[in-house]
């Protein structure tokens, strides 16, 4: 009799799983409430960095970091030009347009399509192709391919420099040469390397450099 009380008073297996079930319930509800947050030091709680918030090692409304400026034979012959055309009295909407299309002109004559498709080797084609850029390709085209892509380089260093190198009256083939741009097709120089070789360019001349 004593045996068969104490069966009796056992819970029966579909009560044993129930109560199993519902403890695993309550620990999977603990922890999905205890993960979004981190225990910092002395017990405080720290929140998750939501999506799309800045973290806490960039500073507060910089966003990512900017790659480091690369400067080719493009952008050398397109802020050349256009310190060129300012310098020669030309408006300034008008000397980026021109310096833009001389670019866009350049790489196409060395096989770089930028900025379009080339125009066909037929000299009419040529002409027309010529015209329809000039008028295709203007101060923001110039903006956008040129100056916001080097920013905030361009307007610090870059052009303020270019402007100094057109004012010592050389030619684009002469800053070429003091920049030592590759001749590969597409090679390009760090902004480092720019700084450092017109710093040397004007140690090394008795002309006046920047200021």
């Given at each position: 009799?004593?045996?068969?009380?104490?069966?009796?008073?056992?819970?029966?297996?579909?009560?044993?799983?129930?109560?199993?079930?519902?403890?695993?319930?309550?620990?999977?509800?603990?922890?999905?409430?205890?993960?979004?947050?981190?225990?910092?030091?002395?017990?405080?709680?720290?929140?998750?960095?939501?999506?799309g918030s800045v973290s806490?090692?960039?500073?507060?409304?910089?966003?990512?970091?900017?790659?480091?400026?690369?400067?080719?034979?493009?952008?050398?012959?397109?802020?050349?030009?256009?310190?060129?055309?300012?310098?020669?009295?030309?408006?300034?909407?008008?000397?980026?347009?021109?310096?833009?299309?001389?670019?866009?002109?350049?790489?196409?004559?060395?096989?770089?399509?930028?900025?379009?498709?080339?125009?066909?080797?037929?000299?009419?084609?040529?002409?027309?192709?010529?015209?329809?850029?000039?008028?295709?390709?203007?101060?923001?085209?110039?903006?956008?391919?040129?100056?916001?892509?080097l920013q905030p380089f361009?307007?610090?260093?870059?052009?303020?420099?270019?402007?100094?190198?057109?004012?010592?009256?050389?030619?684009?083939?002469?800053?070429?040469?003091?920049?030592?741009?590759?001749?590969a097709v597409g090679a390009?120089?760090?902004?480092?390397?720019?700084?450092?070789?017109?710093?040397?360019?004007?140690?090394?001349?008795?002309?006046?450099?920047?200021?």
């Amino acid at each position: 009799m004593a045996h068969n009380a104490r069966f009796a008073s056992m819970p029966s297996r579909p009560v044993k799983r129930l109560v199993l079930i519902l403890v695993g319930h309550t620990i999977f509800c603990l922890f999905e409430t205890s993960a979004p947050g981190q225990l910092a030091a002395g017990g405080s709680r720290q929140q998750a960095n939501p999506p799309g918030s800045v973290s806490a090692a960039e500073p507060p409304g910089t966003g990512a970091p900017r790659a480091v400026a690369l400067i080719g034979k493009f952008e050398i012959l397109a802020t050349y030009t256009y310190a060129k055309a300012l310098r020669d009295g030309l408006p300034e909407p008008e000397a980026r347009q021109r310096g833009i299309v001389a670019a866009v002109m350049g790489a196409r004559s060395r096989g770089v399509r930028r900025g379009g498709p080339r125009a066909p080797a037929d000299s009419n084609a040529s002409n027309q192709g010529a015209a329809t850029r000039k008028q295709t390709l203007t101060a923001a085209t110039f903006d956008e391919q040129v100056s916001a892509k080097l920013q905030p380089f361009y307007g610090s260093v870059f052009l303020p420099t270019m402007k100094q190198l057109v004012d010592a009256r050389l030619t684009y083939e002469q800053v070429k040469d003091i920049l030592k741009i590759p001749p590969a097709v597409g090679a390009k120089i760090t902004a480092k390397q720019f700084e450092e070789r017109t710093a040397a360019f004007w140690k090394g001349s008795r002309k006046p450099g920047p200021r």
